[in-house]
């Protein structure tokens, strides 16, 4: 099946730093990809659709700019979380559209101290 | 009303049992049903996916759609201990870069 790969698979970094997380499609080309977060024992949250060569859509209630996403190939797209703050500590998850449905990544953990 | 309904379980069931995993939905546009699974602290991974209604099978699971009564299920047949994990029903409601709308996720752990 398709394969989608995230770096790094986890990261802790001091309040006030940013941190980018990569997002790769390695055997298929992705002209959209999307970034979710997830808390502990809850569904899956989206925060933004990202299009290879356009600005990212973000959900109702997703800062954007402290959640830059970037779609420079069919290949990659990154979120930089901009400033991170205690709060922002969770489980980034992005995904990527082959054919006619999603293929996830396995995820980032930030911690943010 | 959630679009998705999916029970939250936790699900226990013994090794070599039938699982049965459900969800209802409300939106009569979805087209495309899906299911994953999820590991703990890892992403979901796709197990199934299906077109409008009926049957698919892919070695010990199956996926069913009915789209009258807007119900799908995921059945495990001889289910292992590594079968223990979240399951999530997800769908979306036509071809192109739609979003997932996904259910809640039942936990199953399966018992030696």
């Known amino acids: 099946g398709a394969v989608v790969s995230q770096h790094p698979s986890r990261v802790i970094c001091k309040s006030g730093t940013s941190v980018k997380i990569e997002c790769r499609s390695l055997?298929?080309?992705?002209?959209?990809m999307f970034w979710y977060r997830q808390f502990p024992k809850q569904s899956l949250m989206l925060m933004a659709t990202?299009?290879?060569?356009?600005?990212?859509?973000?959900e109702q209630g997703v800062e954007k700019d402290k959640f830059l996403i970037n779609h420079a190939s069919l290949t990659l797209s990154t979120l930089t979380v901009t400033s991170a703050h205690p709060e922002d500590s969770s489980f980034y998850i992005c995904?990527?559209?082959?054919?006619?449905?999603?293929?996830f990544g396995p995820g980032t953990r930030l911690l943010v101290l | 009303q959630k679009e998705v309904e999916q029970d939250p379980g936790p699900l226990s069931v013994p090794e070599g049992a039938i699982v049965s995993l459900n969800c209802t939905y409300s939106?009569?546009?979805?087209?495309?049903f899906m299911w994953y699974r999820q590991y703990s602290r890892k992403g979901p991974e796709l197990l199934m996916y299906?077109?409008?209604?009926g049957n698919k099978e892919d070695g010990r699971f199956t996926a069913q759609v009915d789209k009258s009564s807007k119900y799908i299920s995921l059945f495990i047949r001889d289910s292992q201990p590594s079968d223990s994990a979240t399951y999530l029903c997800?769908?979306?409601?036509?071809?192109?870069?739609?979003?997932?709308?996904f259910g809640t996720g039942t936990r199953l752990t399966i018992i030696p």
């Open positions: 995904s990527a559209m082959g054919g006619e449905t999603q293929y």
């Open positions: 299906t077109y409008s209604s």
């Open positions: 939106n009569s546009a979805f087209q495309y």
């Open positions: 055997d298929f080309q992705a002209t959209t």
């Open positions: 990202s299009n290879e060569g356009s600005k990212a859509t973000y």
């Open positions: 997800a769908m979306r409601s036509n071809f192109g870069n739609e979003k997932l709308t």
